[in-house]
């Protein structure tokens, strides 16, 4: 349609995953025959917002990564480019491939290969209405503060989210966040944190249980089961 937005899918599969113990970076271990990255790769180019791709990989990784998603045919315009030494680093060399300074970006870590168009869809949707969107999911555990191993205090859980991605935000306020985290020299563990110090309100939309994040070798076991 020649009125829609323009939404690029910047996966972020920048890191090695040392946790996982492998030589292989974890977003190319095999889950159920394909590795772990082109599970989001597929949820994105199936996800009927998203008009673009890109996917970021550590630099010593773009041939032979591309090789191992040989079986990934994207409906969408697909490019890949290398990361960074930060998270962030990694993220601009990804929103700087999406060329539509106009438009938005969803950004995910690869190492969340249980996300569903239904769940990104709903996250766009919000973030078309409010200005952005970040994925979380509240905590039901107990949660408590606690110092060299003995529980000092407790923390109100209903204050308390676990924050997944996608992260949606309009490219060109993105843009500016990480460029202003390069000025002064902030490293932030998530784009949302980054644009908060811009001074915009952050919006929290629907997670899911399913998007939770590949580190250990249990957690590929998990998936294994789950998907």
């Not at 919006?203 to 957690?219: F, R, V, W």
Request: glycine share 8%; proline share 5%; with cysteine.
């Amino acid at each position: 349609m020649p009125d829609q937005k323009q939404v690029v899918a910047v996966v972020v599969a920048g890191g090695m995953g040392q946790r996982m113990k492998s030589a292989t970076p974890k977003q190319f271990l095999l889950l159920k025959g394909r590795p772990v990255v082109q599970w989001s790769l597929e949820c994105f180019d199936k996800t009927p917002e998203i008009t673009g791709l890109v996917l970021v990989l550590p630099e010593e990784w773009l041939e032979e990564g591309m090789a191992r998603l040989k079986s990934f045919k994207p409906h969408k315009p697909f490019k890949v480019v290398a990361g960074g030494a930060l998270r962030q680093d990694s993220v601009r060399a990804g929103v700087e491939a999406a060329t539509a300074a106009d438009g938005w970006v969803a950004v995910h870590d690869a190492a969340r290969p249980g996300i569903t168009p239904a769940l990104v869809s709903n996250a766009l949707n919000q973030a078309f209405t409010l200005g952005n969107a970040v994925c979380a999911m509240p905590s039901h555990d107990t949660l408590v503060r606690v110092v060299d191993g003995e529980i000092v205090g407790q923390i109100n859980r209903n204050e308390v989210f676990r924050v997944q991605t996608p992260q949606i935000f309009k490219t060109a306020i993105l843009r500016q966040a990480l460029e202003n985290a390069t000025a002064k020299g902030l490293v932030g563990t998530d784009e949302a944190g980054l644009v908060r110090e811009l001074g915009y309100r952050i919006y929290l939309a629907e997670g899911s249980e399913m998007s939770g994040k590949l580190t250990t070798p249990e957690d590929l076991d998990m998936f294994e089961a789950l998907l």
